[in-house]
Protein backbone atom coordinates (compact mmCIF):
# COMPACT_ATOMS: atom_id res chain seq x y z
CA UNK A 1 0.00 0.00 0.00
CA UNK A 2 2.73 2.42 0.65
CA UNK A 3 3.63 2.03 -3.13
CA UNK A 4 0.19 3.84 -3.67
CA UNK A 5 -0.41 7.22 -4.51
CA UNK A 6 -3.07 8.98 -2.97
CA UNK A 7 -3.97 12.63 -2.16
CA UNK A 8 -6.32 14.15 0.44
CA UNK A 9 -9.38 16.37 -1.12
CA UNK A 10 -11.25 19.44 0.23
CA UNK A 11 -14.62 18.45 1.77
CA UNK A 12 -16.93 21.20 1.25
CA UNK A 13 -19.61 21.98 3.49
CA UNK A 14 -22.89 22.85 1.85
CA UNK A 15 -23.32 21.42 -1.37
CA UNK A 16 -26.18 21.83 -3.71
CA UNK A 17 -28.05 17.87 -4.50
CA UNK A 18 -29.38 18.90 -7.07
CA UNK A 19 -26.01 18.53 -9.24
CA UNK A 20 -25.27 15.33 -7.89
CA UNK A 21 -26.83 11.69 -8.02
CA UNK A 22 -29.00 11.07 -5.80
CA UNK A 23 -28.00 9.21 -2.35
CA UNK A 24 -30.33 8.14 0.77
CA UNK A 25 -28.03 9.98 3.30
CA UNK A 26 -28.48 13.33 2.76
CA UNK A 27 -25.32 14.53 5.13
CA UNK A 28 -22.90 12.44 2.22
CA UNK A 29 -23.52 14.70 -0.34
CA UNK A 30 -20.44 17.10 0.64
CA UNK A 31 -18.15 13.60 0.60
CA UNK A 32 -19.55 12.80 -3.20
CA UNK A 33 -18.92 16.39 -3.87
CA UNK A 34 -15.33 16.20 -3.19
CA UNK A 35 -15.02 12.83 -5.30
CA UNK A 36 -16.43 14.22 -8.09
CA UNK A 37 -14.64 17.63 -8.12
CA UNK A 38 -11.30 16.79 -7.64
CA UNK A 39 -12.04 14.06 -10.07
CA UNK A 40 -10.62 11.57 -8.25
CA UNK A 41 -9.50 7.86 -10.24
CA UNK A 42 -10.68 5.39 -7.61
CA UNK A 43 -13.14 6.87 -4.60
CA UNK A 44 -12.97 3.82 -1.75
CA UNK A 45 -15.59 3.31 0.97
CA UNK A 46 -17.53 1.29 3.40
CA UNK A 47 -20.66 3.12 2.97
CA UNK A 48 -23.36 1.07 0.90
CA UNK A 49 -24.84 4.13 0.63
CA UNK A 50 -22.03 5.14 -2.15
CA UNK A 51 -21.65 1.39 -3.67
CA UNK A 52 -25.25 2.18 -5.45
CA UNK A 53 -24.83 5.38 -7.00
CA UNK A 54 -24.56 4.79 -10.41
CA UNK A 55 -21.49 7.47 -11.20
CA UNK A 56 -18.87 7.21 -14.83
CA UNK A 57 -16.49 8.22 -12.32
CA UNK A 58 -15.03 8.02 -10.16
CA UNK A 59 -15.06 4.80 -9.57
CA UNK A 60 -16.83 3.80 -6.27
CA UNK A 61 -15.14 0.12 -4.63
CA UNK A 62 -14.77 -1.24 -0.93
CA UNK A 63 -11.65 -1.86 0.17
CA UNK A 64 -11.46 -5.34 -0.87
CA UNK A 65 -12.95 -4.58 -4.00
CA UNK A 66 -9.82 -2.08 -4.23
CA UNK A 67 -7.56 -4.37 -3.12
CA UNK A 68 -8.64 -7.39 -5.35
CA UNK A 69 -8.38 -5.51 -8.48
CA UNK A 70 -5.38 -3.35 -7.89
CA UNK A 71 -3.00 -5.01 -5.63
Given at each position: MSKLNFEMVFTPNDVDPSGYPPIRDKSD??????AIIAD??????GDKDFLTLDV?????LTISQ?????M
Amino acid sequence: MSKLNFEMVFTPNDVDPSGYPPIRDKSDYPILASAIIADVDVFITGDKDFLTLDVESPEILTISQFAAKYM
